[in-house]
């Protein structure tokens, strides 16, 4: 069957899938995203294009880590609250991607 343009992008960029019903009808299924995808998603858009080995990383599901100041990661990913434990929920999604997202501060930094 062929798709038109849009709907092939669609599907080639994991936003819905398809179920054919017969050779001339098909019926599209919209991806559910989790709570945390949606949460995260622009702080993981944000990381990736700071930090280029990320995308692959994530891609072939390799270990990834990433070592940043807070100053540094207030500015990738903004919070109301410009403190290390403000990044602890995004540490947690990461982990579950295989990246181990180290956020210091210059009082807490080891020498």
């Given at each position: 069957?062929e798709?038109s343009?849009?709907l092939q992008r669609?599907?080639e960029?994991?936003?819905v899938?398809?179920?054919?019903?017969?050779?001339?009808r098909?019926?599209?299924?919209?991806?559910?995203y989790s709570?945390?995808?949606?949460l995260?998603?622009?702080?993981?858009?944000?990381?990736?294009?700071?930090?280029?080995?990320?995308?692959?990383?994530?891609?072939n599901k390799?270990?990834?880590k990433?070592?940043?100041?807070?100053?540094?990661?207030?500015?990738?990913?903004?919070?109301n609250?410009?403190?290390?434990?403000?990044?602890?929920?995004?540490?947690?999604y990461?982990l579950?991607?295989?990246?181990?997202?180290?956020v210091?501060s210059?009082k807490?930094?080891?020498?």
């Amino acid at each position: 069957m062929e798709y038109s343009f849009y709907l092939q992008r669609m599907l080639e960029n994991d936003i819905v899938s398809y179920e054919e019903i017969d050779s001339s009808r098909v019926i599209l299924i919209p991806r559910q995203y989790s709570q945390e995808e949606s949460l995260f998603e622009d702080d993981l858009a944000n990381l990736e294009a700071r930090f280029p080995d990320l995308s692959v990383a994530l891609l072939n599901k390799a270990s990834y880590k990433i070592e940043i100041s807070l100053a540094e990661i207030v500015q990738i990913c903004p919070r109301n609250r410009q403190r290390i434990d403000s990044y602890d929920r995004l540490k947690r999604y990461l982990l579950t991607k295989g990246v181990e997202l180290i956020v210091y501060s210059q009082k807490t930094k080891k020498n």
